[in-house]
């Protein structure tokens, strides 16, 4: 794979899985837990996080990550979980209350407009949620928004480097749903670019394994065997995408893009 990850400053800070995403991307999410309900994992999972941070998920689910995270940031820490499924908000509190963890709370809400302050995390991430989302373009100006000055986004989804059968990614997607909103590496990144974020790219990719019965229904020997190999640009990968917010800003890193102003 081509894309490499840029310098970030702290980087030992997002060495390795970089956050909450999961080692190898989306998916990577274990169910080895202490005595009180947090992951055991959690230094490899949210090496981002510190005590004391407040953190934001978009597309919290039933509040499993959130939860987690709690523990790292401790009693003076604040998580706060977003999610668009009534459902989800109303299992993740139940989850709590059972758990009786004091300093998660999960609000209804969609990620295009967060119902969270300005400037309000130290870290915000989201794992297989960016690519299910119907305006790209304004999730992330909206995690440019809630993110504090010298914070991190720490994003985890799919892309591609080069185009791939519709039918292949339409299977594809049945493995994970976001798969089917996969986009070109550069395009995905240019999302965070954009808006202003100025440090930062990705700094984990992994290749897709997908099944040899679906990969044979679409393409031919030649193309399977570029599929298979780690070091091809052929197929879907998972990565970690961490950003951070400048310290200030200014005209050209003005807090949200200024293409969203227009008209």
């Known amino acids: 794979m081509q894309v490499e990850a840029k310098s970030i400053e702290n980087k030992d800070k997002v060495r390795n899985s970089a956050c909450g995403c999961g080692s190898g991307g989306c998916g990577s999410h274990t169910d080895s837990r202490d005595n009180n309900g947090y992951n055991t994992n959690l230094p490899s ?13 978009f597309g919290s689910g039933h509040g499993s990550d959130c939860i987690s995270a709690a523990g790292v940031v401790g009693p003076q820490g604040k998580v706060i979980g977003i999610d668009i499924s009534e459902q989800n908000i109303n299992t993740a509190r139940r989850l709590v209350d059972s758990m009786k963890v004091n300093n998660v709370e999960f609000r209804l809400g969609n990620v295009e407009s967060a119902p969270v302050p300005d400037e309000f995390a130290n870290v915000v991430y989201a794992s297989c949620v960016f690519n299910l989302q119907k305006n790209k373009q304004k999730v992330a100006d ?14 985890s989804d799919f892309v591609i480097i080069n185009d791939i059968p519709d039918e292949l990614r339409k299977e594809a997607s049945a493995f994970a749903g976001s798969i089917a909103g996969a986009e070109k590496a550069d395009v995905f990144m240019s999302y965070f670019q954009k808006t202003g974020f100025s440090q930062g790219g990705i700094v984990e990719a992994n290749k897709v394994e997908l099944p040899v019965e679906l990969l044979e229904k679409h393409l031919d020997a030649d193309m399977i065997k570029k599929y298979n190999d780690i070091n091809s640009d052929e197929g879907i990968f998972s990565v970690v995408l961490v950003v951070e917010k400048p310290e200030t800003c200014n005209a050209e890193t003005c807090c949200h893009n200024a293409d969203k102003h227009k008209n």
Do not use: K, T
Request: hydrophobic fraction near 35%; include cysteine.
């Open 142 to 155: 909206e995690m440019y928004r809630v993110v504090d000055h010298n914070g991190y986004v720490c994003v």
């Open 45 to 57: 999972r949210f090496q981002l996080l510190q005590e004391g941070d407040r953190v934001v998920e």
